[in-house]
């Protein structure tokens, strides 16, 4: 049965003490961590910036995915890259030069991802699949954790599941994703589920049991529908 991969974003973390947190969610089963990076420009909230991404990298030996909601994206590539992300998402609209910046992020030595809204179409990446190791489709408007999942979204994610074909790119899915929301993502062609508040919930760095339980709880309910 193919497998998805589980990303907890850390938005839904205890910001106090996120280096214990990315620890406490990879030794509870994670299968990513994932970083939301915020402007206040770009998106109404402020998070995190490189040099916190640089501090956590130590704390995470899975794969650090960061999504950055900036823009301009590009002057920040380079000191992302030298964070230590390993992959590097953009929204289309953070730049003038979509193929520029996934070439800046590539020659950097990191892999690179699109992160499309809910307005924007599968269309936006389809003259850069050479170029992408990671398609986000957006269940929510980008700027907060805990918001409701828009269903409206997963034809989109069938459809570039079409797009991808045998190219090795990950269909990342990001918003709202919980055990209710996980087979529907799973069914539409999702192999990388983002989930915040769904993994933080009920526990703490210091008693880190409610996060594998949901992890668990979410990778069960993708992959049983996944054939
Ligand atoms: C929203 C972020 C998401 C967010 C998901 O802008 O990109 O990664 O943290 O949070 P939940 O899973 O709570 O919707
Ligand atoms: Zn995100």
Known sequence: MPTVKIAPSILA???????????AVEAQGADWVHLDV??????PNLTMGPAICKALRPHISTVMDVHLM???VDPF??????????ILSVHPEAGPH???????????????GVALNPATPAAAVSEVLDLV?????????????????IASQLPKISELRRMIGD???????DGGVDAATAPRVAEAGADVLVAGSAVFRGGSAADP???????????????????
Do not use: S, W
């Open 13 to 23: 973390a205890d910001f106090a003490d996120l280096g214990a947190e990315c620890r």
């Open 38 to 43: 915020m402007d206040g420009h770009f998106v």
């Open 70 to 72: 900036i823009a301009p």
């Open 77 to 86: 590539i380079a000191a992302f890259a030298e964070a230590g992300a390993d």
């Open 98 to 112: 979509l193929h520029r910046t996934l070439q800046a992020i590539r020659a950097a030595g990191v892999r690179a």
């Open 133 to 149: 190791d990671l398609i986000c489709v957006m269940t929510v408007n980008p700027g907060f954790g805990g918001q409701k999942f």
């Open 167 to 173: 190219r090795a790119i990950h269909l990342q899915v």
């Open 209 to 227: 049991a409610a996060y594998g339980e949901n992890i668990r709880a979410i990778r069960a309910a993708a992959e049983g529908v996944r054939t």
